[in-house]
């Protein structure tokens, strides 16, 4: 991923570098991105499918065993993913995109709504912290155990945001019929949503780790969770067809982030802050065909591929030996996403 980010910022400076260079090419380069004002900006439905969707959080290292002199415990470290809680892809995903292009810039919005659910029974003991808490015998916990062999079930209701700004610097025409125009994109991937876990009544109250927390055996439980990363990178599109007429468009992006920092500034709660080192890529290509309208507006229509890959390390944030022996710093997380997801749609330009 860090060859990445130096290719992109490189093409960057490259394609800048070359459209002030060429721009007194009349013809074959021209300044910004043409269009014509009845298809300047556009909304189409979106429906699709998550190919894949893959997790992973693996326990790596506890700070508080170094320091406190029980080293040998790191070998209590977990791992879950996605195949413990029999995920993996074929899950629906709806929503909607709109975009308005200007002659140099354009603004894209693409919203998908997902609502996944799981009914499995649990591979070995998932000892978890949830984000509300659990009621029995007159207390409220928020960490509940899923025993070995337990039937549970999970449902997600949430979406993904992707907000891009772009940069079209110029244009080339290879032909009456064909053009190509590259950009400079910032903008910001989003993910929220509301998850809810059932496991059964409760069965009582045990302890886990060290210092103990307490978890209920089973039970209910919900919470919301959300992130959202900074992303820049390239992109481009050619177009087949006269600007008036029937056009076929290819577009694509290729956007990344690198961030390392406090996780109050990414993700939407936290119990502790941590410190995030996360690498971050989103891929997407697009191919549309618009069809006229007597209006001069235009009928939409297309189908579109994308790749979401995130991993990071979540680690402690304490700062020396006595703030770690104060806060009992739990473990730091190797994390892993992986979505790909194919997805088509129907719009109106205007």
Not at 30 to 49: F, K, M, N, Q, Y
Not at 113 to 125: G, H
Not at 182 to 188: Q, T
Request: aromatic residues 12%; hydrophobic residues 35%.
């Amino acid at each position: 991923m860090a060859t990445a980010r130096r290719w992109v910022g490189r093409c960057g400076v490259a394609l800048l570098g070359w459209g002030l260079c060429a721009g007194a090419q009349a013809g074959f380069i021209e300044g910004g991105r043409p269009s014509t004002p009845e298809r300047d900006a556009g909304l189409r439905i979106r429906a699709g499918v998550a190919t894949e969707f893959k997790g992973l959080v693996q326990e790596t290292r506890r700070v508080f065993y170094d320091v406190s002199g029980q080293s040998s415990k790191q070998a209590d470290a977990e791992t879950y993913g996605s195949d413990d809680f029999g995920m993996d892809g074929g899950y629906p995903i709806v929503g909607f995109g709109t975009e308005k292009n200007w002659r140099y810039t354009a603004l894209q919005l693409e919203f998908g709504f997902m609502n996944p659910s799981i009914d499995t029974e649990a591979k070995r003991n998932y000892y978890l912290a949830v984000g509300e808490d659990i009621e029995y015998g007159g207390r409220t916990y928020d960490h509940l155990l899923i025993p070995e062999g337990t039937p549970f079930e999970a449902d997600f209701e949430g979406g993904a945001i992707d907000l891009k700004f772009l940069i079209t610097p110029l244009t080339m025409n290879f032909g009456p019929a064909c053009r190509f125009t590259p950009n400079l994109n910032l903008g910001i991937f989003g993910f929220a949503g509301n998850y809810d876990i059932e496991a059964g009544p409760v069965r009582g109250v045990t302890t886990y780790q060290n210092p103990p927390e307490y978890f209920t055996i089973g039970g209910s439980a919900s919470g919301f969770i959300g992130m959202g990363l900074p992303e820049a990178g390239l992109g481009g599109e050619l177009r087949f067809g006269a600007p008036e007429g029937a056009t076929l468009a290819i577009r694509g992006h290729y956007a990344v982030c690198q961030y390392d920092g406090s996780s109050s500034y990414v993700v939407s709660s936290s119990d502790r802050e941590k410190d995030l080192d996360i690498e971050h890529v989103n891929i997407r290509a697009r191919c549309e065909l618009s069809m006229p309208l007597r209006s001069g507006r235009a009928v939409t229509l297309g189908v579109e591929y994308q790749k979401i890959a995130s991993e990071g390390l979540i680690s402690s944030a304490a700062d020396g030996d006595e703030e770690i022996l104060a806060a009992r710093e739990r473990f730091d997380k190797w994390v892993e996403f992986d979505m790909e997801s194919l997805i088509g749609s129907i719009g109106l330009t205007f």
